[in-house]
Each structure stands twice: as structure tokens, then as C-alpha cells.
């Protein structure tokens, strides 16, 4: 029993372990994501976040121990975020015929996903300071946490409602869009890279590579909108 | 794909470099997806001259395999920073139900507004003479 304690210790402090866990975590989750046919529901980040932080504690793992080994994953997302211009090259025809309506719907979904912020927040009493954690919910993390910290609001708090959209609308994106009878996916992808960050746009890559392309887009250029237009809409706060 | 994952790599290198001194409220990797765009219309605009300078894995679409590569498993990526966030769901707590509420009707509304914008506009701009 101490043999398999030394065992334990040993190896829960190196990164292999945490880089294995997270990397099962998803191959367990991205096989139930297949079993129900990709179902919107069965969302993979979802289930793998659940999984690993189970797991971590179930194991109490600090999580400075656990990202040493799921650092590598994470760095990923940088590479995987510049190499988002290949798809974008690849349908660049598709993408330079749309760009009017690219150009409406950027504008428009950028002021919704702001204005319903602050204006449902301060309907429900929510105290300013949240408020303004609230504002960038639609943005790429690091942007996000970067306004929220620039407009006085928690960074920290900041980050955890972005992955809550994210989550909300990587589910809610597919089904939402059926009901509403859209099945164009240049206008299903832009939608949820938009709303949903990068969370939307690896929904989006699953569904179609046209959606994902321009769920790329939506992102990069939603993420500079929303830094100019944040500050602008916190203003008519009280 | 070494070869493809440094120029990827040196883009988003690139990036963060002029996403600092710039100031810009852009992070360094979209300047860098933009940075890669920019290589990837070059090399077509001189197919010729591309194959003479650039190595072959740069062009013979290799590049655009780890690229695909990358991103068919970008929801993978989000697993570690989504675990940090569920041992700090604790800044939902006084406020959690409220924010809750605003996420979910505000992602929904954000979702089908910007949509609607799309199509409307595509089919606006498709059909001219239906308007008259």
C-alpha cells in the first residue's frame, strides 16, 4: 500500500500524468460527442472540463499541479488560432462575396450581445462593478479579462462568465438555429464564433468547415469591435 | 510539419511582438492569423517563384494539413483553462442565478440577432429586382 502511495506521489506531480488526464478526458468525451451523433447537448469541451475537474477533486489537485502537465494543451490554442486563416483562405471566395452581410451582422451582433449585457444586468439589480465583468462575455478570454480589468470590473470574474457563453452557446447554437429556420452556414457559423468565441468556433468546425471559417472571422473581428464598443456602453451605466 | 508548425509558430511569434508594440486591442495570435493569411495570398499570387523559394511542405498543402489538424481539435484546447474555471465558480456566488440569466438570454438573443442579420442582408443583397 505505501508502494503504491510512493507510486502516487511520484507521479502526480510530474506533467505526464495531468497531460494524459486531460488528453482522456477528451478522447472519452469526444467519443460520446460521436455515440449521440455529434448531438449539441453531448458538447466535448463540456464533458471534458467536467471530467478532469472531477477527477481533480476526487484527487485534490491543486491546479497550479494539474497545469503543469495541461500547459501544453493550452498552449495549443495560440497555434491553433493563427492557423485559423487557412479555412479562411480556402472558402476566401465564399467569404469576400458575403462580406456585406458579414459587415451588418458584426456590427449588429456586436451591439445585441453588449446592450443585452448591461441592459438585462442592470434590469435584474446586478451592482455595476459585475456589470461591467458582464460586458465582454461574447469576447476570446484574454481580450475579455484585458476590458473587464481596463473598465474597473473583476478580470478573474471576467473569465469565468466567458466560458460560461461560450458553453451556453456552443449547446444552444445548433438547436436555436434550426428553430429559427437558418440554414445557411456562413450565417450559423459567423453566429456562434460571434456570440461564442472560440468555444462556438470548435462547435463550429465540428458542424461544417464553412461555418468554421466564418466562425474564425466572427471571432477575431468581434473581439476587436467589442474592445472599442465596451467602453463607449459602460458609460451610459449608472 | 515541423516546418509548418515553426511558420505558424514565427506568425504567432510575429503577432505578439506587434500586438505589444503596437498597443493594439487585438491578442498577438489573431495578428498572427492575419500575418499567415497575408503569406498564404502571397505565395498564390506567384505560384512560380513560390515553388523556387519556399520548401515544398509550405506549398504542396502540407501546411494546410497541420493547420486542419490543429483546429479539428480545438475543442481540446479549452479543457485546461475550462478546468480552472470550475474551482473559481465560486465569484459566481452572490450574484450567481442573476448572471446565469443574463448569460443564457443575452448568448440567445446575441446568437439570433446576428444571424438573422446575415441572412437578411444575403438576401436582401441577392435579389435587387424582387424589391421593386
Known sequence: MTGDFAVWVYLSRTPLLWLTVTLLAYVVADRIAQATRRHPLANPVLIAIALTAAVLELTKTPYATYFEGAQFVHFLLGPATVALAIPLYEYRATVLRSLAPMLAALLVGSVVALASALLLGEALGIPRDVIIALAPKSVTTGVAMGIAQTLGGDPTLAAVIVMLTG???????????????????????????????????????QVNDVAGAFAGIALGFNAFLTAILAPIAVTFLR | MILSLTLILLAQLLGEALARATDLPIPGPLIGMALLLLFLVLRDRVPRLAGRVLAPPLVDGRLEGTGKGLLAHLSLMFVPAGAGIVGRLDVLAVHGIALALVVLVSTVTTLAATALTFVAVSRWLAKPKARS
Open chain 1, 167 to 205: 458553453m451556453t452557446g456552443g449547446i444552444l447554437v445548433t438547436p436555436l438555429m434550426n428553430v429559427l429556420r437558418i440554414r445557411d452556414m456562413r450565417a450559423r457559423g459567423f453566429a456562434a464564433g460571434l456570440a461564442a468565441h472560440g468555444v462556438g468556433t470548435a462547435r463550429a468546425f
